[in-house]
């Protein structure tokens, strides 16, 4: 069973920038890809960024050249710096792991419990 923790969600200004941890518990951190979604009030949940076991990044068009992703497979943990933050970034941030398994490379995925991000105007 894997388990996923997330930190350092908070309240700031906006200009301002926080970073987002995640630490996974289990064996298959590093085989997996992870990635943070996030979810504001009345919108579905989107996928921020994503990285890969093997370093390859993804992000929204949105946060690109904003936020970063990174991964230390030997704390199994997982970051997401988000600078020069904006009212819009206000959302939950989940993160997320998933690997696929098997002959027909079923997809796995577990979730955090989320972490609120506030950025005042």
Sequence with gaps: QVQLVESGGGLVQA??????SCAASGTIFSISVMGWYRQA??????????????GN????????????ISRDN???TV????????????????CNLHYTRGLFSSRYDYWGQGTQVTVSS
Excluded: C, H, W
């Design 15 to 20: 200009g301002g920038s926080l970073r987002l």
């Design 41 to 54: 009030p009345g919108k579905q949940r989107e996928l921020v960024a994503a990285i890969t076991s093997g």
């Design 57 to 68: 990044t993804n992000y929204a068009d949105s946060v690109k050249g904003r936020f970063t």
């Design 74 to 76: 030997a704390k199994n």
């Design 79 to 94: 970051y997401l710096q988000m600078n020069s933050l904006g009212p819009e970034d206000t959302a939950v941030y989940y």
